[in-house]
């Protein structure tokens, strides 16, 4: 496709129905095509939400989300998402060999290119070890997965896939903190020009994110790079510390 990815929330307003508490108030965002964007804030903040709109769950009660200068609204759901790879906490798997869940949406995929993506999602290593390796039959009287190797699967699916924008909402909250390191560092190369989007609530492995941006009350509280947050010693700088 010819996105680019570059992302806008123009004086967003948004809750979850019309009488009720506004989750996210003026809110504005830019973000070029490209970037590793990290989204970081206390639980209930609106991380989610916002990242719900770039999809279309939701649409803001006020403002716009915009994708390339085009408003959401005037662009097919379809087109939309086909543009977009979402994957959250709960990781899904389809009772087929591993190799067929990592080219879920790619079925033409080579044994190559699946290899690929699960060495860059930190999974080729222990698909190696299974005696049938990537023709693994996952549950269902196959091979039952850990929690954190099911995470791993959906996140070489992800990268597989290859969007113009990819969001990871905490899909390595099962995962060890050096495991979910090296994920983000191959992130950079293996999804290079992609727009990415990781809410993650461990701060030492988004640090090299290119944009860090904190959401508190609903708003956006600050962004920058980790040097510049820490420096500035307001909200990043306080979650930094525990
Ligand atoms: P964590 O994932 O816990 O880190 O939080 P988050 O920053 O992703 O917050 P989220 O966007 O999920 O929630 C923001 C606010 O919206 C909270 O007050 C939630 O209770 C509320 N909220 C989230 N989802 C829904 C929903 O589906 N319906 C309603 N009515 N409220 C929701
Ligand atoms: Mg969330």
Same mark, same amino acid.
């Given at each position: 496709t010819d996105v680019q990815g570059h992302i806008k929330f123009k004086d967003v307003s948004f809750g979850y129905n019309n009488n009720g508490l506004v989750v996210l108030e003026n809110f504005n965002l830019e973000i070029d095509p490209g970037q590793i964007v990290a989204i970081v804030g =206390?639980? /209930? +903040?609106g991380k989610t939400s916002m990242i719900s709109m770039l999809l279309r769950f939701y649409d803001p009660w006020q403002g716009e989300v915009s994708l390339d200068g085009v408003n959401?609204? %005037?662009?097919t759901l379809e087109s939309l998402r086909s543009n977009i790879t979402l994957v959250l906490q709960d990781s899904f798997i389809f009772p087929m060999s591993l190799a067929d869940n990592i080219a879920f +949406? @790619? =079925? @033409? +995929?080579?044994r190559e290119e699946i290899i690929k993506a699960a060495k860059a999602a930190q999974a080729h290593d222990f698909i190696s070890r299974? =005696?049938? /390796?990537? %023709?693994t039959i996952a549950s269902e009287g196959g091979v039952s997965l850990s929690g954190g190797e099911k995470q791993r699967i959906s996140l070489a699916r992800a990268f597989l896939r290859n969007t113009s924008i990819l969001i990871l909402d905490e899909p390595t909250s099962a995962l060890d903190a050096q495991t979910e390191a090296r994920i983000f560092q191959s992130l950079s190369s293996y999804s290079k020009g992609r727009t990415i989007f990781i809410i993650s609530h461990r701060l030492s492995t988004i640090r090299h994110a290119d944009l860090i941006v904190t959401i508190k009350d609903g708003m956006i509280a600050e962004k920058g790079t980790h040097e510049v947050l820490v420096n500035e010693g307001k909200v990043y700088a306080e979650l930094y510390k525990y």
């Open positions: =206390p639980t /209930g +903040a959401l609204k %005037d662009l +949406a @790619n =079925p @033409n +995929a080579s299974l =005696p049938e /390796g990537y %023709d």
